[in-house]
């Protein structure tokens, strides 16, 4: 994990001192030489994006279906949101960090310390009230998308799964590293560790197992599961039963810096134009999605 390069709290306040002298010297001078003050001279977020032409956008990297190696529904949405914009596109794919926090404070406020970003708009943030507190240096809005824990059945297999306990029964696919294979591992104290595959890289790659008869089933985020199995009748798909899942799954929007408030309206209303004219939703049927309104 990056480790902050915050200043301790003694040179942030010694720093603090001397800029307040810079800046009321800078101030005098200016007034002398007929410059405007620095806040003057400040454009806005959505000012700089549109003098620019473009409008950068950070996406994760091996996020079936929303990015794969150029393609998937955030590389659509996001040409989309800057021609809204009336600009042209920078993409910004990134690998994820350890936790959401890094993720924002590397791609939104801040920048990586391999040099790469900050992005002017980073996608697929959850959109909870606790991150945004932990967060005060960005805003996060425009939910797209409603994802949730999910698992999906061989219908010939287990015609019915109220519980886990028919699945101590059968072999199960879901991938090791994610929130789907926390659960599914760690539930009933490890009950099901035996029948499950969990050396595969998401979702999506559980859903391809189950497809081809190799499990029976199969757990991830609904969109990976439903990209490769929804309209299948053989299968059928449900919320993983399990009360320590997320009952209701969690909404996923954008995020941008604290104060660039008229680019997120401006996103925001590109947003909504999309969601109006039905092209949201058609970007997530051709990834085999059924989107709803948020």
């Known amino acids: ?22 800046l009321g010297t800078l101030g005098t001078l200016g007034s002398l030489l007929g410059v405007g003050s620095a806040s003057a001279q400040d454009k806005s977020a959505l000012t700089k994006v549109r003098e620019r032409g473009r409008l950068s956008v950070g996406l994760y990297n091996d996020l079936p279906p929303f990015h794969v190696k150029g393609q998937g529904i955030e590389i659509e949405l996001a040409k989309a949101l800057a021609g809204a914009l009336g600009v042209e596109v920078t ?68 015609p019915t799964l109220d519980s886990l306990e028919p699945l101590r029964a059968v072999r199960s696919a879901v991938p090791g590293l994610s929130l789907a294979g926390w659960l599914m591992i760690g539930a009933d104290s490890g009950a099901l560790s035996e029948k499950l595959i969990t050396k595969i890289p998401d979702g999506v790659a559980a859903a391809q197992m189950l497809q081809r008869g190799e499990v029976a089933a199969a757990a991830g985020m609904r969109s990976e599961i439903e990209s490769v199995l929804r309209g299948d009748p053989r299968f059928a798909i449900a919320p993983i039963p399990m009360p320590r899942a997320p009952k209701d799954g969690w909404a996923v ?7 660039a408030t008229d680019l997120a309206e401006a996103l925001q209303a590109g947003l909504n134009g999309l969601v109006e004219k039905g092209e949201l939703k058609a970007m997530f049927a051709r990834a085999n999605l059924d989107w709803q309104r948020v």
């Open 253 to 259: 929007g954008m995020a941008v810096k604290k104060d």
């Open 91 to 158: 993409l910004l794919p990134f690998p994820a960090d350890d936790n959401m926090n890094d993720d924002l404070r590397n791609m939104v406020w801040k920048g990586h310390y391999l040099g790469y970003g900050p992005a002017d708009v980073l996608l697929h943030v959850p959109v909870e009230r606790p991150l945004m507190q932990d967060n005060p240096r960005v805003s996060i809005f425009g939910p797209y998308w409603r994802e949730r824990v999910v698992v999906a059945r061989d219908l010939s297999k287990l």
């Open 1 to 22: 994990m990056p480790i902050s390069h915050d200043h301790p709290a003694d040179r942030r306040a010694f720093l603090g001192k001397t800029s307040a002298l810079a």
